[in-house]
């Protein structure tokens, strides 16, 4: 999916400047809300029953961050 970012912005600065036209193009991830997909990691956790598992395990080779934006936050700052 990375390869398909870069492609279009790839794409949008060959456009800007062949026709010189300014484009700006913003990349949002994890954003959130009531129509989320399912398969986002956050929706993933809040289903996870603490009850019945103990501990989650991340095999990763560095430090995990995340940070989520609720998808009303991402709109009053863009407008």
């Given at each position: 999916m990375g390869q398909n970012k870069k492609a279009n912005e790839n794409m949008y600065h060959s456009y800007s400047h062949l026709f010189e036209i300014p484009i700006n193009c913003f990349r949002f991830f994890t954003v959130y809300g009531p129509y989320g997909r399912p398969d986002m990691a956050l929706f993933k956790f809040v289903r996870f029953d603490v009850r019945k598992i103990?501990?989650?395990?991340?095999?990763?080779?560095?430090?995990?961050?995340?940070d989520f934006t609720y998808i009303s936050d991402l709109i009053q700052a863009l407008v």
């Open positions: 103990k501990k989650l395990i991340f095999i990763t080779m560095e430090i995990m961050k995340r």
